[in-house]
């Protein structure tokens, strides 16, 4: 199995750091398209769009976006990252990501995820006091459907039974792939390894090593379920940027980086200040930010690899409103110089992989 590199967006609208603009959501989301048409151009292998229900992002509807992509694309894997699946309907979901799937010639992928912004809660009729809940059931309920159609299903609380239900289209893909996105949260990571679904990481700041013990949960928990850790994927979502130069990669992404977590955080406008010695902390070898020149990001990304044994790594790029064509170079060193290095060195024995259980 090759290792696999590839991109995440959220679409966020971030006013320049510079002039205070805003960009306009209509080129914005056209950007976004752009950016999946150069990765898979260039040769990465993955584009994941993030969901937030909020006026400042575009993305609220990824699968609508990840289609667009398809049809812009040839070859790149399109997948969310993540779908809210806690305040969404697992049949609806099943409908657009099968839709997409054969759109895109079996390129479709879902990262299902509990959401770490919670707009969607509220403005879905859900209570945060379900949370953990929610993801569980609905979780369950797209694994059946992956798994069986017509379905009868009632074992949930939070939706009404179905029976005989016939749940259209059915992927292209014999097994639509079904990741759970997993922040520093033990029971997720615990829950995810026992069901036997591949997990994808999300390091935010912090250390390199900083989830260590998230993933060990996560793969003796699914040795305690009697599967075997070594066929099991691990990925990594991490933000970051390639630049021609060390000091050039800092300076280019540090004024947006600042910009997108004061605007677009979680917490809107609450004063979140990073130093420039704080930064440069978090993109140094220990730090958590992917951020350099092409052999720096080869080697923070080998760093990962050796300490979680990942397969995957979908680099956060252009947080905070980077300018298109700064952001598109980042893309095009990402797919050219350190992607062809990695699949070179990180490529791991190919596995046959279980089938997950119901949970």
């Known amino acids: 199995m090759s290792f696999e590199i590839g991109l995440i967006t959220f679409g966020e609208l971030t006013a320049d750091p510079a002039t205070g603009q805003l960009p306009e959501p209509h080129q914005h989301l056209r950007g976004v398209i752009e950016l999946a048409e150069v990765a898979d151009q260039a040769g990465l292998d993955v584009i994941g769009v993030g969901e937030h229900h909020r006026s400042d992002f575009v993305a609220t509807a990824p699968p609508m976006v990840l289609a667009a992509m398809a049809e812009r694309t040839r070859r790149i894997r399109l997948t969310s990252a993540v779908t809210v699946l806690s305040s969404d309907d697992p049949v609806r979901v099943w409908e657009q990501f099968a839709t997409l799937d054969l759109l895109s010639s079996g390129r479709a992928e879902i990262i299902a995820g509990r959401g770490s912004y919670t707009e969607s809660f509220p403005l879905f009729g859900y209570d945060l006091a379900d949370y953990a809940d929610l993801f ?10 992956r798994e069986t ?29 079904i990741w759970v996105g997993v922040g520093g949260t033990p029971t997720s990571a615990v829950e995810t390894g026992a069901r036997g679904l591949p997990v994808m990481l999300g390091v935010l700041l912090g250390t390199v090593g900083s989830h260590s ?6 793969r003796r928990a699914a040795e305690r379920a009697g599967r075997d850790p070594a066929t099991l994927r691990v990925g990594l979502g991490v933000q970051g940027h390639v630049g021609r130069t060390s000091t050039e990669a800092r300076r280019t992404m540090y004024p947006h980086f600042t910009a997108g977590f004061r605007d677009n955080n979680h917490q809107r406008g609450q004063g979140f200040v990073l130093s420039p010695e704080k930064f440069n902390a978090f993109t140094g070898p220990q730090g958590a930010l992917v951020v350099g020149s092409a052999q720096e990001v080869i080697d923070k990304i080998t760093a990962y690899h050796e300490v979680y044994g990942i397969s995957r790594l979908l680099l956060h790029v252009g947080f905070g409103g980077m300018p298109q064509a700064q952001l598109l170079a980042s893309v095009e060193r990402l797919a050219t110089e350190v992607a062809p290095v990695l699949r070179r060195e990180l490529a791991v024995p190919t596995v046959t992989a279980t089938t997950p259980g119901r949970g």
């Open 136 to 145: 569980r059931e609905k979780l369950d309920l797209l694994l059946r459907i």
């Open 149 to 177: 159609n017509p379905l009868t299903w009632s074992d949930g609380r939070f939706r009404p039974p179905l029976r005989e239900a016939d749940i259209a289209p059915r992927s292209l893909q014999k097994e639509l792939p």
């Open 213 to 218: 013990r998230i993933v060990d949960l996560y």
